[in-house]
């Protein structure tokens, strides 16, 4: 298995440009996170899906961001507008109910 | 306060030591207790899973869990320098399996 596969690796964008970032999960878990790493916070759970459903999106600023889980194998996490406290580390994590199996991240930079 | 505490480090012990890395929690309803190792620029890798109380060992490492006292600990054996990473604790419960509090992560830097 390729593991959690993460897109991109890398992104600069400027403030107030939208942002997707992608997530393919290990084929077989049912559970989804999304999480956001910083220096000062650590890692934060943003949202979870299980079975392809939001279970708990209470750590996610709605107003602009969203998190989508169309199909078992994709979950996207968008940011619109995007501001430099946005600025971390995403990582995308899946499991089927034991431990957490996380992607490579996506660093963000908005300027 | 948070709710899991860990010291970030950075702990440096020479090659072949005991490598000892501990969280402190305050939810006495946390079941489930991970253990993750964090390379630079690398996403975190599950290393120990236990739940409830009780030790747990696989190759070099062993997990304990004192719910008594909301302790937890990681220790690894005969260390070598591809040990250096961060080491993060989480937990979480019955209740809320899908929301794991992560501590802050202890940076291990072993020397050769």
């Known amino acids: 298995d390729a593991g959690v596969i993460q897109s991109p690796r890398h992104e600069v964008t400027e403030m107030g440009q939208e942002v997707t970032l992608r997530c393919k999960p290990i084929s077989g878990h049912d559970y989804l996170f999304w999480y956001r790493q910083t220096m000062m916070q650590g890692l934060e759970l943003l949202v979870y899906f299980n079975n392809k459903a939001v279970m708990d999106d209470s750590g996610m600023p709605k107003d602009r961001f969203s998190a989508k889980m169309p199909n078992a194998s994709f979950s996207t996490l968008k940011i619109q507008p995007s501001e430099p406290r946005d600025s971390a580390v995403y990582f995308c994590a899946s499991s089927s109910g034991g431990g957490y199996t996380f992607g490579s991240g996506t660093r963000l930079t908005v300027v | 306060q948070k709710e899991v505490e860990q010291d970030p480090g950075p702990l440096s012990v020479p090659e072949g030591a005991i490598v000892s890395l501990n969280c402190t929690y305050s939810?006495?309803?946390?079941?489930?207790f991970m253990w993750y190792r964090q390379y630079s620029r690398k996403g975190p890798e599950l290393l120990m899973y236990?739940?409830?109380?009780g030790n747990k060992e696989d190759g070099r490492f062993t997990a304990q869990v004192d719910k008594s006292s909301k302790y937890i600990s990681l220790f690894i054996r005969d260390s070598q320098p591809s040990d250096s990473a961060t080491y993060l604790c989480a937990m979480s419960t019955t209740d809320s399996w899908g929301k794991l509090q992560f501590g802050a992560g202890t940076q291990v830097v072993v020397t050769p």
């Open positions: 236990t739940y409830s109380s």
């Open positions: 939810n006495s309803a946390f079941q489930y």
